[in-house]
């Protein structure tokens, strides 16, 4: 099976882990990565985040632990749409997290208008904080949380612009 996956990234944490884990578990992965022009309109706030090839590296590192343990290949593609690579015929199934239900909807219906088979959506839940709220790369830019969920009060957040 052809799994495909999308988002930006940044940082990874076990929330994409989950989802990573998930797509692993059924086939072969590709991620859709948003490019840098992209990155910022897919945000719910105004953060800085960092650069494709910085994202990339990291993801990458990530990725290649799951297909060694699945025994899976991956690949790492530039996103430069929201419906991103999930559009293309290859694929068979889509995984997402339950906020993101809506653009698989939405990618399904480019697919039915292209003449592709829907994809199989497997909807990943959220994983929580040791605080009980979920585990966001937002609330990790902000300082609340580390990438695991652990409440870090004492550090400061990244700043919404590099200085």
């Known amino acids: 099976m052809r799994v495909a996956l999308g988002g930006t990234f940044d940082p990874?944490?076990?929330g994409h882990r989950a989802l990573?884990?998930?797509a692993f578990e059924l086939g072969d992965v590709t991620v859709g990565l948003t490019s840098d022009e992209l990155a910022p309109k897919t945000r719910h706030e105004d953060r800085y985040v960092r650069p494709f090839d910085e994202r990339e590296a990291d993801l990458e590192a990530v990725l290649a632990e799951f297909a060694d343990e699945y025994d899976r290949e991956f690949e790492v593609r530039e996103l430069t749409e929201p419906t991103g690579i999930a559009?293309?015929?290859q694929f068979d199934a889509l995984v997402v997290s339950p906020e993101t239900t809506d653009g698989a909807e939405r990618i399904n219906d480019i697919r039915?208008?292209?003449g592709f088979d829907p994809l199989e959506v497997e909807v990943v839940?959220?994983?929580h904080a040791e605080d009980g709220d979920i585990i966001s790369s937002t609330r990790i830019v902000?300082?609340?949380i580390d990438q695991y969920?652990?409440?870090t009060p004492e550090r400061e957040g990244r700043q919404a612009e590099r200085e």
């Open 149 to 151: 969920g652990n409440l």
């Open 142 to 144: 902000k300082g609340e």
């Open 87 to 89: 559009t293309e015929s």
């Open 112 to 114: 039915r208008e292209r």
């Open 125 to 127: 839940a959220h994983v």
């Open 20 to 22: 990573f884990e998930r």
């Open 12 to 14: 990874v944490h076990d």
